[in-house]
Nanobody, 122 residues
Framework: QVQLVESGGGLVQAGGSLRLSCAAS????????MAWFRQAPGKEREIVAGIHWRGGDTYYQDSVKGRFTISRDNAKNTVYLQMNSLKPEDTAVYYC???????????????WGQGTHVTVSS
């Protein structure tokens, strides 16, 4: 079992940056494909980015390509989402998710964090 705790959300002006962190507890973090999802008010939850459990393959939603970077530090059991050039439409609750040996483009995740709020003001 994996427990996920997100941090790093907050209020930022458009054009600014934030780095989200997701700390995982439990064994074998390096066997979990990790992802960030987000859910804006009144909208469906959507995947933002994913990183393969081997770390060599990543996936990004088209709207964040070139602005967001997902990375992982297996020694710290942590996955990050660096968000640059933030836009008001990036405002959402951001969730960390994990799936053991998952494909990087999977949308079927086993474990979820409780989310961290990101608000981008115009």
């Amino acid at each position: 079992q994996v427990q996920l705790v997100e941090s790093g959300g907050g209020l930022v002006q458009a054009g600014g940056s934030l780095r989200l962190s997701c700390a995982a507890s439990g064994p074998s973090f390096n066997t979990y494909t990790m992802a960030w999802f987000r859910q804006a008010p009144g909208k469906e939850r959507e995947i933002v980015a994913g990183i393969h459990w081997r770390g060599g393959d990543t996936y990004y939603q088209d709207s964040v390509k070139g602005r967001f970077t997902i990375s992982r530090d297996n020694a710290k059991n942590t996955v990050y989402l660096q968000m640059n050039s933030l836009k008001p439409e990036d405002t959402a609750v951001y969730y960390c998710a994990a799936r053991k040996f998952g494909a990087v483009r999977t949308l079927d995740y086993e474990y979820w964090g409780q989310g961290t709020h990101v608000t981008v003001s115009s």
